[in-house]
């Protein structure tokens, strides 16, 4: 298994530019989610997905989408990026959500550094 | 949510046991403990995660508190690519699964 991957590893981006950071997992995992991680502090959730079709925000959504069209992938998408969002982003997944789903870890990607200029 | 309380900082020596600490006062009763750790330029890597028992496994143990408001977590023979900022979490049952990240212990071991 190659776990979870995302692309691209490091991205840089003029203010106003939009782009897709990519996740996938080869685990067969119902839960998908994307933190942000800026420096000196912990992950923040941004948003969530429990399985294909079903997505939802977490803490800090604002200026991100996401959709869940298969099981495997869970993209982030910033329609128009600003300097805040100038970040390392992590994609997590896990095998259930629900009741016992807290008996399973989350796997985490390698992350992407993203600079917004 | 419910928070936890870690040292900003740890520092040990190779080959001696580390115990890292953790509050959680305003635990409740289903909330779940799970410690994760991130190496430099790395995502987070599961560790361990409890209850109310206290739990081994290959990495490391975690002893909870009989009223759940700590753990701790034992590294029981610390190496070097154990310096990593570990996290204390707690994690709800209800909804979805939420991680918190606090600020975590970073954790420095010396040869």
């Known amino acids: 298994n190659a776990g979870v991957t995302q692309t691209p590893k490091f991205q840089v981006l003029k203010t106003g530019q939009s782009m897709t950071l990519q996740c996938a997992q080869d685990?067969?995992?119902?839960?998908m989610s994307w933190y942000r991680q800026d420096p000196g502090m912990g992950l923040r959730l941004i948003h969530y997905?429990?399985?294909?079709?079903?997505?939802d925000q977490g803490e800090v959504p604002n200026g991100y989408n996401v959709s869940r069209s298969t099981t495997e992938d869970f993209p982030l998408r910033l329609l128009s990026a600003a300097p805040s969002q100038t970040s390392v982003y992590f994609c997590?997944?896990?095998?259930?959500?629900?009741?016992?789903?807290?008996?399973?870890?989350?796997?985490f990607g390698p992350g992407t550094r993203l600079t917004v200029t | 949510d419910a928070k936890t309380t870690q040292p900003n900082s740890m520092e040990s020596n190779e080959e001696e046991p580390v115990h890292l600490p953790c509050n959680h006062s305003?635990?409740?009763?289903?909330?779940?403990i799970h410690w994760y750790r991130q190496l430099p330029s790395q995502g987070p890597e599961y560790v361990i995660h409890?209850?109310?028992s206290n739990v081994n496994n290959r990495m490391a143990s975690l002893a909870i508190a009989e009223d759940r408001k700590s753990s701790t977590l034992i590294l029981h023979r610390a190496t070097l690519r154990d310096a990593a900022v570990y996290y204390c979490?707690?994690?709800?049952?209800?909804?979805?699964?939420?991680?918190?990240f606090g600020q975590g212990t970073r954790l420095t071991i010396n040869p």
């Open positions: 305003t635990i409740s009763g289903t909330d779940y």
């Open positions: 409890g209850l109310t």
């Open positions: 997590a997944s896990s095998y259930s959500y629900g009741p016992g789903g807290e008996n399973y870890e989350q796997y």
């Open positions: 979490i707690l994690k709800v049952i209800q909804g979805a699964q939420k991680l918190v």
């Open positions: 997905s429990v399985g294909a079709g079903i997505t």
């Open positions: 685990m067969n995992h119902e839960y």
